[in-house]
């Protein structure tokens, strides 16, 4: 089948949900079951400044155009599907809301119009993947919770029931008319592959269907990998309980001492996973123990836990929640506190960025696409309005906060030698980020290279060939300021790759 496309909607707004951290994200899409009418994300209507992250649940004629809204009031609200009977249309969402990290629920709408119902309430992150079961008396989806990612469901009475458990990451891709289940999966010594399961229902297995590493890892040795709780209690007084994960070298001797590479995740409000992971096993594999965690601002642990770093980010909370993990590896006799390195990515590289300049004790950082300066990032990044809820006023109103919070600010406290690559194009924590903390950086003459990675947005690893380039010029970096292998030879040169 073929023809000429027909255009449905129009107007000077874009098809699919807004939400923190993107401007739009994939709209989804969803055909009634009898074909008349087709529900979507997306405003419905043009936003202005300081509502983008506004969108609804809308349902178009195919017939004739026409166009209704059927969620009320100001939230963010996405990913509808129809129930399989076409009387109601399942999504997630938010209310308007002034956190920096809102948990979305799942809600029911009927079709027809009506007001909206949440069948969950204080989930530990918001769902997503919906799809209903084939009778329609449930709806399931994936959540991550605790640092794996399961499937969960819910009926019409907001009766919540978990269908996978374990520390793995599943998502439920989809599901048939008699319920047969596919889904992708991954565990820490397992690379994502696609299983599949004939029910969602009693006792579930989850047998893999593909091996397409198989060919990579052949004759590789995996490193065991460790769950960790630990306590940590910031200076201000307040403490947490933070989960985290220790990757430990193929042929790990408790009786040697290791170098330890800390790596922190991006989001902020992002969830590092118990999945399987590339690149801790390959430091892993270099002789690095990588400790990984999920400090306060993560999601995967509720609302309070997400926003304990509101209107202080970078700050007091997540350092000592990093700390406390390096504290709590080297407490475990096998990690050489002389030979300590940390790295991060995004959110990721803004904390790499704020912890040396709080300790010295790490012995070099890689900062990947950090934001050191929040008051130029707001001029730059495509992002503007994400920091609305980060700060309690703007910069122009009360410019302490955001200087307090950038790092540029406490460069000064620096020594640290710092290796930073951003990506040319990347429009998310824009070069000239890197580029002024390399300036300054120079100027005090603390070790650095500045590394602008060609044809790269946000991230540097979009390309195999990127991605060996990361990890390589990070070993080159850590080896050059290891104790253990040669001198230090300072390096102030700026490459292009």
Sequence with gaps: MGGTPRQLTNGAWNVGQRGLGVIARSPTVSWSPDSTKIAFDGPGKPVEAPHWFESHINLVNVATGGLSTLTKGRGTFGEPVFSPDGKRIAFTGYPAHDTSYPVADLYVIDADGGAQQALTHNLADGPFGLHWAPKGRQIYFTMDKNGARNI???????????????????????????????????????????????????????TPLTDVNSDVLFGKKIGRVEEIWYDS?????????????????????????????????????????????????????????VLYTNPRGSTGYGSDFANAIRYRYPGALDYADLMAGVDMAIGKGFVDPERLFVTGCSGGGILTTWVIAQTDRFKAAAALCPVVNWISMFGTTDVVGWLNNFFPKPFWEDPKPWLEHS????????STPTLLITGVKD????????????AALKIRGVPTRLV????????????????L???????????????AKKEPEKSTEKGKQ
């Design 233 to 289: 209690i910031a200076e201000t007084g307040e403490s947490a309980r933070v989960q985290g994960w220790i990757v430990y070298p193929p042929d790990f001797d408790s009786d040697k001492k290791y170098p330890l590479l800390l790596s922190i995740h991006g989001g902020p409000h992002g969830m590092s996973t118990s999945g399987f992971n590339f690149t801790f096993q390959e430091f892993a594999a270099r002789g690095y123990i």
């Design 427 to 438: 429009l998310r924590t824009p070069l000239g980020e890197a580029e002024e903390y390399y």
């Design 469 to 483: 380039r990361t990890s390589l010029m990070m070993r080159k970096w850590f080896d050059e300021f290891d104790p």
């Design 452 to 467: 602008p990675m060609r044809n790269e947005y946000h991230g540097t690893r979009s390309t195999p060939s990127n991605y």
């Design 407 to 414: 790092t540029i600010m406490h460069v000064g406290q620096v």
């Design 152 to 206: 969960y469901a819910v009926d019409l009475r907001g009766r919540l029931r978990e269908i996978t458990s374990g520390a793995q990451v599943v998502s439920l891709s989809s599901l048939s008319d008699d319920g047969n289940a596919a889904l992708t999966l991954s565990r820490a010594d397992l690379p994502v592959t696609i299983a599949a399961v004939p029910s969602l229902n009693g006792n579930i297995t989850l």
